[in-house]
């Protein structure tokens, strides 16, 4: 009787082992099987559309929209763009929230973005978790990608350079071209700022330059008590700030108080219908595009779909990193005959390679980062019209 009774026991623990493992075999397959590529893919751009930043959400979305609409059926693809919004004035939990509803639908493949150092720090693992690739357009801190101390994961990807490039690109032309002896340097604590203001500090000691450090919150709209801690003598005033409005009362502001530093913003108020002092200097990380012959047709295009507006520097990187993303999951789908999934994409992204790039040249990753391979930044004089110069 004994004997019965653990052989009962022993069939009956084989009978569920392999129950179990027909179950779990049809759960391998179906995730094997993966999203198919007939479906509509969506493409979500993360990024702000409304409050201070908000000018650089609406570029870089229809900048966005014009990949789709160029690149999506020449890739064999039925992809519909969403835009999610981050202001900038709300910190983290826009970003966190919109990271939890992109991974929730099955048919997210890659996520444009975020566009906000901010919103990248505090999604990145949401999304790595789920092996969910996402491309930044304009998240230029340097820690996300370089350094010990990673503030995004695997995950992240970025077709701009980083503030490792900027804030030295930045500092040495003020220290090479403008011989400046003393700078006031601005953040508005929180990590776009922090980290560039940090970078160009380092470079401008190292130069022997004095240095003063001013510190705002995000949510300063007058600045004429900081304006009054700027020394007289002082000669720029870095400012980087993803609100170009504010570096144009800051740099009026400067003049109302008589002081003689001209401000010198980053790639976040690079906006000249908001920020057009002239004298200033502006950062980024795209040239002016209307200087690329090869360009023409996708200028012409954008400038249909967007009358009586200016090209700026944020949407043609937007442009990219759809056609990039798009590009990947081309790519996964035939290496999945018609099917691909999260995994299959992510690990793709690294092999794209574009090569009549809209910033000029061709584009690659470099074999060290998740950033583009010999990128660089531009500066620009703001002219007595409003118009940006390159200057360097």
Excluded at 232 to 247: E, R, Y
Excluded at 306 to 316: A, R
Aim: charged fraction near 15%.
């Amino acid at each position: 009787m004994r004997k019965a009774i653990v052989l009962a026991f022993a069939l009956l623990a084989t009978s569920v082992a392999a129950a179990s493992a027909q179950g779990s075999g049809s759960a391998a397959d179906k995730s094997a099987a993966g999203y198919s590529c007939s479906k509509t893919i969506t493409l979500p751009l993360v990024t702000p559309i409304t409050g201070g930043a908000g000018f650089l959400g609406t570029e870089q979305a229809s900048w966005a929209k014009l990949a789709v609409q160029q690149w999506a059926k020449k890739l064999g693809l039925k992809v519909k763009l969403v835009t999610g919004d981050t202001p900038v004035e709300q910190g983290a939990t826009p970003g966190q929230a919109l990271a939890q509803k992109y991974v929730a639908d099955k048919s997210v493949l890659a996520v444009l973005g975020p566009a906000t150092s901010g919103a990248v720090a505090v999604s990145s693992s949401t999304y790595f978790a789920a092996k969910l690739a996402h491309i930044s357009p304009s998240a230029t801190r340097t820690s996300f990608t370089q350094g010990p101390k990673r503030d995004a994961t695997p995950a992240f990807f970025r077709d701009v350079p980083g503030d490792y490039v900027q804030g030295p690109t930045d500092a040495k032309f003020m220290i090479n071209k403008l011989k400046v002896k003393k700078v006031v340097i601005m953040d508005f604590q929180e990590p776009y700022s922090l980290g560039l203001a940090a970078a160009v500090e380092n470079t401008l000691k190292k130069g022997g330059v004095s240095t003063t450090r001013l510190s705002a919150p995000n949510t300063t709209t007058d600045y004429s008590a900081y304006v009054t801690k700027v020394p007289s003598d002082a000669d720029i005033v870095f400012f980087p700030t993803q609100k170009p409005g504010d570096a144009q009362t800051f740099a009026q502001q400067l003049i109302e108080q008589g002081k003689k530093a001209k401000v010198f913003g980053s790639d976040g108020s690079n906006d000249s219908s908001q920020f057009k002092q002239p004298g200033s200097y502006v950062s980024n990380f795209a040239p002016d595009i209307t200087g690329i012959k090869s360009d023409a047709a996708i200028i012409a295009a954008w400038k249909k779909q967007n009358p009586n507006k200016s090209v700026g520097s944020f949407g043609p990187p937007a442009y990219g990193a759809a056609q990039i993303a798009m590009t990947a999951i081309s790519m996964a789908c035939k290496a999945g005959h018609g099917s691909t999934t999260r995994a299959a994409v992510f690990h793709t992204i690294k092999k794209v390679r574009i090569k009549n790039w809209i910033l000029g040249g061709s584009f690659r990753w470099s074999t060290k980062s998740n950033d583009p391979l010999n990128a660089k930044f531009y500066i620009f004089q703001i002219q007595p019209n409003g118009s940006y110069k390159l200057v360097g």
